[in-house]
């Protein structure tokens, strides 16, 4: 059974930095592109974040984060992070990572973490 788990969330005033893990158990972690999503109320999942799968040397990001968030992984501990510099309140949102194998993502989903940037 797949199961992820995302932790990390909090309040922060907007230029602040926040960094996200997400933990992955019941697939071959390393096999999978790992992504980062986020949702506000009434808005449809948003793909902010992607990253390949083994060495992780391909990344993607939406335009609203470029430059800004970065992803990575750690195989070894089955995790991927999510940095986020420069938050802005518009970056409020719950954050949620999945696992994509060939060209389809996971309809597993953890239960997320909140980011709420606001001063």
């Known amino acids: 059974q797949v199961q992820l788990m995302e932790s990390g969330g909090g309040l922060v005033q907007p230029g602040g930095s926040l960094k996200l893990s997400c933990v992955a158990s019941?697939?071959?972690?390393?096999?999978?592109?790992m992504g980062w999503y986020r949702q506000v109320p009434g808005k449809e999942r948003e793909l902010v974040a992607h990253?390949?799968?083994?060495?992780?040397?391909?990344?993607n990001y939406a335009d609203s984060v470029k430059g800004r968030f970065s992803i990575s992984r750690d195989n070894s501990k089955k995790t991927v992070y999510l940095q986020m510099n420069s938050l802005k309140p518009e970056d409020t949102a719950v954050y949620y990572c999945?696992?994509?194998?060939?060209?389809?993502?996971?309809?597993?989903w953890g239960q997320g973490t909140q980011v709420t940037v606001s001063s």
């Open positions: 999945n696992a994509k194998y060939g060209n389809r993502w996971l309809d597993s």
């Open positions: 019941g697939i071959i972690f390393s096999h999978y592109d």
């Open positions: 990253i390949i799968s083994g060495s992780g040397l391909r990344r």
